[in-house]
């Protein structure tokens, strides 16, 4: 299979998976429970479904707000609202292509602040690894909180996320055999990606020698405790999930989190993922899936919104640089 091949399968294949299980969940719903899903979509609470927005939008804004703190450590001062925007292309482009996100972020920051590339994607690859342990974190309390529950759940689906831990591990293993190899580089292309390696190795180091470390954690505690939030306040959106306990909440923080992973930003997986786990809670499939529509569409839509806004004001307001 040559490189091209696999660069369009790579795109293509978790978009359509995620089209496929729109589909089949639609497809495989009784008229009863097609109704169910569309009253409770249509009934939905509106002024819920803004403060859950609002909550997302404040997460972005906060993100964008930490970042600064790791780019300081590498002497780059940075702009506000170009930071913010650069997040915001970032989650844009995450839509349409996984993990092109954090290229186009780290991009965007080094055309219109001439931050360097590899530093400016080391320090993003310092904080996704930072909220790579607070999802950890989170998944660890809820299972601790609902084992019973989840197990169940994750067991059902065939989904282990503890996975994830031995793949970090493993890449971390690899990232260190590379660079001592590297080291001993003399090679002109050798050269030039042990020089751009090093550069992301400082972007990586840049949370241990950060000054602000607690301002840093406030943040990353604050875009975690909003995501909850998120979800917490989407229950009183839609009938029959208002009365979900926090445990519950958490169960589906984590259950969505994990779909997040498998198709473009969720499609198709989250809502399917949410009314599964919520009928662990004795909330009906097609009632819990509504839910997920509901949290699932009002983020994407902020997305899409902020995202393509960014697009346009960036050169904009970059234009006497």
């Keep these: 299979m040559n490189t091209k091949l696999k660069k369009i399968l790579k795109i293509t294949l978790p978009l359509a998976l995620g089209v496929f299980l729109i589909w089949y969940s639609i497809y495989s719903a009784t008229?009863?429970?097609?109704?169910?899903?569309?009253?409770?979509?249509?009934?939905?609470?509106?002024?819920?479904?803004?403060?859950?927005?609002?909550?997302?939008?404040?997460?972005?804004?906060?993100?964008?707000?930490?970042?600064?703190?790791?780019?300081?450590?590498?002497?780059?001062?940075?702009?506000?609202?170009?930071?913010?925007?650069?997040?915001?292309?970032?989650?844009?482009?995450?839509?349409?292509?996984?993990?092109?996100?954090?290229?186009?972020?780290?991009?965007?920051?080094?055309?219109?602040?001439?931050?360097?590339?590899?530093?400016?994607?080391?320090?993003?690859?310092?904080?996704?690894?930072?909220?790579?342990?607070?999802?950890?974190?989170?998944?660890?309390?809820?299972?601790?909180?609902?084992?019973?529950?989840?197990?169940?759940?994750?067991?059902?689906?065939?989904?282990?996320?503890?996975?994830?831990?031995?793949?970090?591990?493993?890449?971390?293993?690899?990232?260190?055999?590379?660079?001592?190899?590297?080291?001993?580089?003399?090679?002109?292309?050798?050269?030039?990606?042990?020089?751009?390696?090093?550069?992301?190795?400082?972007?990586?180091?840049?949370?241990?020698?950060?000054?602000?470390?607690?301002?840093?954690?406030f943040h990353t505690l604050a875009i975690w405790i909003l995501y909850i939030l998120m979800i917490y306040v989407s229950k009183y959106a839609v009938s029959g999930t208002e009365n979900l306990s926090f445990q519950a909440i958490l169960a589906t923080f984590v259950a969505g989190s994990f779909a997040m992973t498998v198709t473009n930003g969720g499609i198709g997986l989250y809502p399917i993922a949410i009314g599964a786990i919520l009928l662990l809670f004795d909330i009906q499939q097609a009632t819990g899936e509504a839910l997920g529509w509901i949290i699932w569409g009002s983020q994407t839509l902020l997305i899409l919104f902020l995202g393509s806004l960014s697009f346009i004001l960036l050169p904009v307001l970059n234009k006497a640089k």
């Design 31 to 217: 008229p009863d429970e097609r109704q169910i899903l569309w009253t409770a979509i249509t009934n939905a609470e509106i002024e819920w479904v803004v403060l859950s927005v609002f909550l997302g939008m404040l997460s972005h804004i906060s993100r964008a707000y930490r970042w600064q703190f790791l780019l300081d450590t590498i002497g780059s001062r940075t702009t506000f609202y170009n930071r913010f925007f650069a997040v915001m292309i970032g989650y844009l482009a995450n839509m349409g292509v996984p993990r092109s996100g954090e290229i186009l972020r780290g991009a965007t920051l080094t055309t219109y602040e001439k931050v360097p590339f590899e530093k400016s994607f080391g320090t993003i690859v310092s904080e996704r690894l930072v909220d790579f342990v607070m999802l950890l974190l989170i998944t660890g309390i809820a299972f601790i909180w609902q084992f019973d529950l989840l197990y169940t759940y994750f067991d059902k689906k065939n989904i282990n996320p503890f996975t994830s831990i031995a793949v970090l591990v493993a890449l971390l293993l690899i990232g260190i055999l590379v660079l001592k190899l590297l080291k001993k580089a003399n090679h002109n292309l050798l050269i030039r990606i042990k020089s751009f390696a090093e550069g992301l190795l400082d972007g990586i180091k840049s949370v241990l020698r950060m000054k602000k470390k607690w301002s840093f954690l």
